[in-house]
Structure formats: C-alpha cells, structure tokens
C-alpha cells in the first residue's frame, strides 16, 4: 500500500471484502499487523456471495456468506491474512485456519440513527424503523411495541440513506461501523444495552491466517500476537459459545455481552422472537479470566435458556 516505505520488506497479502467498511477496517488491523511483524501489507479485494446476492439478508440461507470466500482464498494460498467482522464469521471451526488474533473492541452498541435527533423513546407512535436484524426488530417491538418496523439492507451508507421525509424515521446500525466510516455524526443514541443487547461478536475484528502460520516467530504470527487483545478475546468466546451452543446463526435474534467487570467476566443475553412477544434475559459471570471459563460461561447459559425453551426462538427469523 505504501510503496515509498522500505521496499525490500516481505509483503503481508490480506484479503478483505469489496464494500467501504470492510476496506476501512482490513486496512487498519493490515497495518497494525504488518508494523508489528516487519511486513509491508497488501490489500486483496474478495467478492464474496453476500456482496452479489440481493434480498433480505435474513432469508439468504444461513450463516457465513460474507466469510467463505475470504476463507477459501487463505486455504488456496492467494492471501496470507483475513479480516473479518468478528459477528459475521460462523463459529464453526474451519479445518486448516484458527482465528490467531482479535484486536481491542470498538463499542460494541448499537447505535439509532433517527431523524431530528430523536432517540428510541422519542419517536412517535407509528414511527418507521429500519432494520434487517431479527435481534434489533425483536429488541425494538419489545421497547416499543407501537413502532414499525421495516425490512432493510445494503451497506451502512445505503442504510443511512433511507432516514429521509416520505421514507424511515429511523435505522438501528453498529456503532462500530459508523465510528470506522466516519459516520457517528448520525448517531442520535448508543442503545443501552438494557434496552438492546448487541450481536455476538460485534464491534470486534477476527484475524484469521492458516493454522501453520498462527504461531512460532515468523513475522506474521509475531504481528498478530501484537494485537490481540485478551479482554476482547474473553468477551467474544463467551458470545461466540453461547451462540454454538444455542444453535443459532449470526442472523438469529440473539444479543449478548460480555465484558470484564473488576476481575468478574460478565455475560448477558437475549434470546426473543423477531415480533418482540417473547423476550427471555438471562445474565451470568465467572471469576476466572481465562479462554476456557469464558467459553463454559457462555455454554452455562445458553444450557438454561435452552431448558427453559429458548431453542425455538433461537432459531426464529423476521
Ligand atoms: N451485518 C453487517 C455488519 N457486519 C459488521 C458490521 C459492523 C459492525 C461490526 O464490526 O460488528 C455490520 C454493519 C452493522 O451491523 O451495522
């Protein structure tokens, strides 16, 4: 990318998706690797299946359509590196790659960009709602059960685009992704999330490489162990176990939230149904800061909320 920079480097080839946000934070987290391990980073743009397909992304058929090409690309060796979005990469192991980074969480809320600065609680009655999220529509209705909400997707500038007169009053998007596209001027409110619980996973960054090259003293694994990043990783292990163990894909109505809390690791969750008819919460926490007490954590309470009936919502769309 910066040619003018110390050409005899090895260059680091990262693959990322085609659309703004993902160029802005593959860039990012390319760079911060790169330094770190003495690379100079290339950026490799991957069309994946989720950028041609059009429809309403929570009938697209599952999970993972944004990552498998990405991965495809690492496994046939055409890039070293991939950049994920933390909620959009299916938990489900991939023979050959590991996950060998997640750097520092951006905030990890969902953010209601409104017309006329108003927040959810200010909306009129009959408002219109943007949304393509069955966990964001469930966790609206159940606030405001008088709001509409409308199916929407694109990317975050398309989406943002729609707040106009004869059109929505309001969408919900990550923070994250507004405050990476320069984009938090929208934001009219940070959800609280009491009010709404986000993705597994969102607001972080999953870096993904083949499993061979993820550890040992070569430039790439001494890069990416520079920015991984522990409390991150605890919090995402402890969302990403829940949702194995619930079943459920990134597009299922689940939210959760993990964080350290003095030396606790704190889980909440939602499990809904998208019309807001049933909310379940349930909320847990374990005193050791380690990757397999996050992970037993997340599977303690999706266990209880599947014995309490939990698995058919969790499965649910719009
Ligand atoms: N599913 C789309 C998606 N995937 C990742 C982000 C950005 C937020 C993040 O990094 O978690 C977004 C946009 C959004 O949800 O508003």
Partial sequence: ????????????????????LALTQTGTAAR???????LEPELVTIRTEGDVLTGPLSQMGGTGVFATALRAALLA?????AVHSLKDLPTAPV???EVAAVP????????????DGLTLAQLPAGAKVGTGSPRRAAQVRAARPDLEIVDIRGNVGTRLARVAPGDLD????????LHRLGRQDAITELIDPSVMLPAPGQGALALECRAEDAA??????????????LETRLAVTAERALLTRLEAGCAAPVGTYGRLRGDELVLDVVVADPDGSQVMRRGGSTAHRTVDAARDLGTRLADELLADGAGRLARLTL
């Fill in 1 to 20: 990318m910066t040619a003018e920079t110390a050409p005899d480097r090895p260059v680091l080839r990262v693959g990322t998706r085609g659309s703004q």
């Fill in 32 to 38: 911060a690797v790169a330094a770190a391990g003495g």
């Fill in 77 to 81: 060796g055409s890039v070293d590196l």
């Fill in 95 to 97: 023979p050959g790659l």
């Fill in 104 to 115: 520092e969480r951006e905030d990890p809320r969902d953010a209601l960009c409104a017309r």
């Fill in 170 to 177: 309001a969408v919900v998007l990550a923070a994250s992704g």
């Fill in 216 to 229: 040992g003293d070569a430039p790439l694994a001494i890069g990416l162990a520079a920015v991984d990043h």
